[in-house]
Nanobody, 122 residues
Framework: QVQVVESGGGLVQAGGSLRLSCQAS??????MGWFRQAPGKKREFVAA????????LYTDSGKDRFTISRDNAKNTVYLQMNSLTPEDTAVYYC?????????????????WGQGTQVTVSS
């Protein structure tokens, strides 16, 4: 059974940092991504990483503040978020794909987690 489980969300003050984790199990994936959905808005791409060869992709608004990384041994992906602003408040979702491409397209991801809430206070 495939499982994608996020953790690490919470409440942080503006300017602070959080690290989200996502562990995928049940099968082998080629890439994983992070997406987020703010209240009243559509879910949007944040970052993605491909296992081999390693490649990363970021949204323009996050590329200078967010870092996606992986731990192969743990089949876990991390999203380090720095200099957070209230506009980063959202539910953050992890997704896993068997597709070799590193992509921001949601339909290319096969499995999704339940999401973890990130709230940034001003």
């Amino acid at each position: 059974q495939v499982q994608v489980v996020e953790s690490g969300g919470g409440l942080v003050q503006a300017g602070g940092s959080l690290r989200l984790s996502c562990q995928a199990s049940g099968r082998t994936f080629s890439s994983m991504g992070w997406f987020r959905q703010a209240p009243g808005k559509k879910r949007e791409f944040v970052a993605a990483i491909r296992w081999s060869p390693t490649s990363t992709l970021y949204t323009d608004s996050g590329k200078d503040r967010f870092t996606i990384s992986r731990d192969n041994a743990k089949n876990t992906v991390y999203l380090q978020m720095n200099s957070l602003t209230p506009e980063d408040t959202a539910v953050y979702y992890c997704a896993a794909s068997v597709d070799y491409r590193v992509t921001s397209i949601q339909s290319t991801y096969d499995y999704w987690g339940q999401g973890t809430q990130v709230t940034v206070s001003s």
